[in-house]
């Protein structure tokens, strides 16, 4: 089993932006993962941060806590190629003091995707990892509804530290993705840093009696 800390430092470009502006903002939560066969594993990692976006000619400013969880089951080919698909969630949670504004925007759906790990030594990895997605959004109070579709990549380098049984990931992230609403599209870059430690230990034995 597998439990940690992940942060992602990101950058978050708006198209059309209406004027507003976001400063990059750190991104943090659990990772949790268990490997129950050979080849098999499950992996979950919640990241969460507050936005806020401002503008030089409105007053009104915006905050936006976002949620963005992935969740696979992931199947290695072999010791350097997986591929996985499972169950990506994102949320935003959006206030406006000037304007009384709380609104929460719900969005979930399937992702499929590959990922390359590369030993460069006994204890350092070289890792790269890309996913697509196709997500369905819900919002109500005001009731509106709408898909996303995107993709992930990621590259890192990993360092398995074998006295304490963790791996320290080092990297960077890059998730694009649209939205079509009724109303019109709206384009999303999330890009910036990664840091992860994880801890990895066992349950139980694999000596049989």
Known sequence: MSLGLSSWYAWWDVSPAGGYST?????????????????????????????????????DEYTYRRYDSDSA???????????????????YDTTCDQQGLDVKQISYGPGIGAGLTLPLSDSLFAIANVSVMYLFGLQRDPWADWVEVGYNTALGL???????????????????????????????????????????FSTGTSDVE
Request: aromatic share 16%.
């Open 23 to 59: 400063d990059p903002k750190p991104l943090l939560g659990p990772v949790f993962g268990v490997d129950f066969a050979e080849r098999w594993s499950l992996t979950s990692v919640l990241l969460i941060g507050t936005y806020h976006a401002e503008s030089d000619s409105n007053p």
């Open 158 to 200: 990993a360092c398995y530290i074998t006295p304490i049984a963790t791996t320290i990931t080092a990297g960077v992230r890059y998730q694009n993705f649209e939205t079509r609403a009724a109303d019109g599209d709206t384009k999303h870059k999330f890009y910036g840093v990664t840091l992860s430690a994880v801890w990895h």
């Open 73 to 91: 089951l992931n199947y290695s080919l072999n010791r350097y190629f997986k591929v996985f698909a499972g169950f990506k969630y994102m949320r």
